[in-house]
């Protein structure tokens, strides 16, 4: 296909094009200027999910007078069983577009939703987190969800501080659990296979298939310095471990997994006490606990920590006929098919998740 999908005869208009390797660096630059909060915009991410699953990538770069002015990374996932989706990003908890105001934003969503049609898309998906930018245009074509949320605490200067906003009750309880006296060990590369074998466990537990090693592997391989591993020894026992990621100022945990023998001494509770620790310790100015749905117990745990809760909006573009994914626990079909995958013997879910998954992004 052509890779421009507006006209940039004009100068002065905005036109966006289908971003080459060569501009990477520019799309970059333009990220980091916009805010280093966006990590996931940038091209390294691209490179992982296209290293690991295969997925083609259409990254929109939005340009006037010949200068990026917005961007919108987008992955094309082939499914037989979910249909043909355009999403940004998928296997993570952000994405979207940004943009330096509601015009350019409003040229980028019709672009996408062009480059739907044109692949056969049945809808287009933006993990935005935030409400898109105000005025944008054709905002009503593209409905929005909320069925997740994420944490975050805003750090203060010190932990005696922050341990000052726990309630007594909590504070009291924390104190009790640091008698088991954990070890904790931080690490990189080395310390994935020891995650992924508790990840593993855990999220066949939860009736998920999980993600191939290589995921893990291409993102640290890539960003050793901005990714780390914490796991939480007993003894010589791992039970727990979290997969963290900074994000300029925000240490945010996509992913932390625990044993279920671990929950009788509170294993999971250490492992968040000891990264909001590290995450002052290091000048943080935020940590994100992740995704959760409202009402689920990795909800309500995360709530004893005094988080800020906020919703993170998901937008669609819906090709006639279409409808909004319905990936909330409650659907049946879900339902039936989490319930099922909790039964699975481990080595096989552990088998057969990392093929599958590669279509439930």
Same mark, same amino acid.
């Given at each position: 296909?052509?890779?421009?999908?507006?006209?940039?005869?004009?100068?002065?208009?905005?036109?966006?094009?289908?971003?080459?390797?060569?501009?990477?660096?520019?799309?970059?630059?333009?990220?980091?200027?916009?805010?280093?909060?966006?990590?996931?915009?940038?091209?390294?991410?691209?490179?992982?999910?296209?290293?690991?699953?295969?997925?083609?990538?259409?990254?929109?770069?939005?340009?006037?007078?010949?200068?990026?002015?917005?961007?919108?990374?987008? $992955?094309?996932?082939?499914?037989?069983?979910?249909?043909?989706?355009?999403?940004?990003?998928? $296997?993570?908890?952000?994405?979207?577009?940004?943009?330096?105001?509601?015009?350019?934003?409003?040229?980028?969503?019709?672009?996408?939703?062009?480059?739907?049609?044109?692949?056969?898309?049945?809808?287009?998906?933006?993990?935005?987190?935030?409400?898109?930018?105000?005025?944008?245009?054709?905002?009503?074509?593209?409905?929005?969800?909320?069925?997740?949320?994420?944490?975050?605490?805003?750090?203060?200067?010190?932990?005696?501080?922050?341990?000052?906003?726990?309630?007594?009750?909590?504070?009291?309880?924390?104190?009790?659990?640091?008698?088991?006296?954990?070890?904790?060990?931080?690490?990189?590369?080395?310390?994935?296979?020891?995650?992924?074998?508790?990840?593993?466990?855990?999220?066949?537990?939860?009736?998920?298939?999980?993600?191939?090693?290589?995921?893990?592997?291409?993102?640290?391989?890539?960003?050793?310095?901005?990714?780390?591993?914490?796991?939480?020894?007993?003894?010589?026992?791992?039970?727990?471990?979290?997969?963290?990621?900074?994000?300029?100022?925000?240490?945010?945990?996509?992913?932390?997994?625990?044993?279920?023998?671990?929950?009788?001494?509170?294993?999971?509770?250490?492992?968040?006490?000891?990264?909001?620790?590290?995450?002052?310790?290091?000048? $943080?100015?935020?940590?994100?606990?992740?995704?959760?749905?409202?009402?689920?117990?990795?909800?309500?745990?995360?709530?004893?920590?005094?988080?800020?809760?906020?919703?993170?909006?998901?937008?669609?573009?819906?090709?006639?006929?279409?409808?909004?994914?319905?990936?909330?626990?409650?659907?049946?079909?879900?339902?039936?098919?989490?319930?099922?995958?909790?039964?699975?013997?481990?080595?096989?879910?552990?088998?057969?998740?990392?093929?599958?998954?590669?279509?439930?992004?």
């Amino acid at each position: 296909m052509d890779a421009a999908l507006s006209d940039g005869g004009d100068a002065s208009r905005i036109y966006v094009m289908i971003a080459r390797p060569k501009e990477a660096d520019e799309c970059d630059g333009y990220v980091k200027a916009i805010s280093a909060r966006h990590g996931y915009h940038q091209w390294v991410w691209r490179e992982v999910v296209e290293a690991t699953f295969q997925h083609q990538p259409y990254y929109l770069a939005a340009r006037q007078s010949g200068v990026i002015r917005g961007v919108l990374p987008l $992955f094309l996932i082939r499914s037989r069983l979910f249909g043909h989706a355009l999403i940004s990003l998928p $296997f993570f908890s952000y994405g979207g577009l940004l943009a330096d105001n509601a015009d350019i934003a409003g040229e980028l969503l019709g672009a996408a939703s062009i480059l739907s049609l044109e692949l056969g898309a049945r809808y287009v998906e933006l993990r935005q987190g935030e409400a898109l930018p105000t005025g944008t245009e054709d905002t009503k074509a593209w409905p929005r969800t909320a069925c997740k949320v994420t944490m975050e605490i805003q750090l203060p200067p010190s932990t005696d501080e922050y341990l000052a906003r726990l309630s007594p009750s909590r504070r009291k309880r924390l104190r009790y659990v640091l008698r088991n006296r954990f070890h904790s060990q931080w690490g990189g590369l080395e310390a994935l296979n020891v995650f992924y074998r508790i990840f593993a466990i855990n999220m066949r537990n939860l009736g998920t298939p999980v993600y191939p090693l290589k995921f893990f592997a291409e993102q640290l391989s890539r960003m050793p310095e901005r990714i780390r591993i914490l796991t939480l020894y007993d003894g010589a026992t791992p039970l727990a471990a979290a997969f963290l990621t900074a994000h300029g100022d925000t240490l945010e945990m996509p992913w932390a997994a625990s044993l279920p023998e671990s929950h009788r001494k509170e294993a999971p509770t250490v492992l968040y006490w000891t990264i909001i620790q590290r995450a002052i310790e290091e000048g $943080f100015q935020k940590v994100d606990f992740g995704r959760c749905t409202p009402g689920s117990g990795n909800y309500h745990f995360k709530r004893h920590w005094r988080p800020v809760e906020r919703p993170l909006y998901w937008y669609y573009w819906l090709r006639s006929g279409a409808s909004v994914p319905d990936r909330h626990p409650d659907n049946p079909a879900l339902s039936l098919a989490i319930s099922l995958w909790k039964r699975l013997p481990l080595a096989f879910a552990n088998r057969i998740g990392p093929r599958l998954v590669r279509s439930l992004p």
